[in-house]
């Protein structure tokens, strides 16, 4: 069966600081990976999706940026985070082709 | 570009009542629409989707072209169903969904 491992589950980090968030998948090949930010009202945010390794669609202008080094390994980074970078990220992967999304479990980021 | 609105950030109903959630979306052509839940401490999953056709834990929802909406309603709300829901649109040829902003729904006992 499918995993999808995300983590850290928390992250307390101050301003400036870098951030590495790391997500992976189990049990697939050649998945749709994607990074959503989960903000209270404001619903999922897609930040970033890729459709193969080094392969990376930006949904938004940010601080962020993403990479898929591996097929099954999606990273969210950023050099220096800012406090408008606090919020919940979740990490998510489907089949090529299927919009039916599973997500990881979530890291929540606060920035001091 | 698909937009999905969820009016209600938070709904509060008391066991054995309906609930419905609603959502509106907009988009020109065929969308394929998806609700999704987050239980209390848990992963956000699917629950149901239109092509489906099913109902899920008591829940349904119809895919309404004519006013765009696709409502997720049950007759008998449970303490259980007590979580975060949100609807979310994939167009046809884009498999990334869009995500409405999210309803809080609370069943009271």
């Known amino acids: 069966s499918q995993t999808i491992h995300q983590w850290p589950a928390t992250l307390v980090q101050p301003v400036g600081s870098p951030l590495s968030l790391e997500c992976t998948v189990e049990?697939?090949?050649?998945?749709?990976l994607y990074w959503y930010r989960q903000a209270a009202g404001r619903g999922l945010q897609l930040l970033f999706y890729s459709v193969g390794i080094g392969q990376i669609s930006s949904e938004v202008p940010q601080n962020l940026s993403a990479s898929r080094p591996q097929d099954r390994q999606f990273i969210l980074s950023s050099k220096k985070l800012l406090l408008s970078d606090s919020g919940f990220y979740l990490c998510?992967?489907?089949?090529?082709?299927?919009?039916?999304?599973?997500f990881g479990s979530g890291t929540q980021l606060s920035v001091l | 570009a698909q937009r999905v609105t969820q009016p209600e950030k938070l709904l509060s109903v008391f066991k054995g009542a309906p609930v419905e959630l609603k959502c509106n979306y907009s988009y020109s052509g065929s969308p394929e629409l998806f609700w999704y839940v987050q239980y209390s401490r848990q992963r956000l999953q699917l629950l149901l989707r239109?092509?489906s056709r099913e109902s899920i834990k008591g829940f349904t929802a119809d895919l309404n072209k004519g006013e765009t909406s696709f409502h997720l309603k049950k007759p008998f709300a449970q303490e259980e169903d007590s979580a975060m829901y949100y609807c979310a649109l994939a167009s046809g040829g884009s498999y990334i969904p869009t995500f409405g902003r999210g309803t809080s729904l609370i069943v009271h006992p």
């Open positions: 239109h092509i």
């Open positions: 049990g697939t090949s050649n998945p749709n």
């Open positions: 998510a992967w489907s089949r090529r082709g299927a919009e039916k999304l599973f």
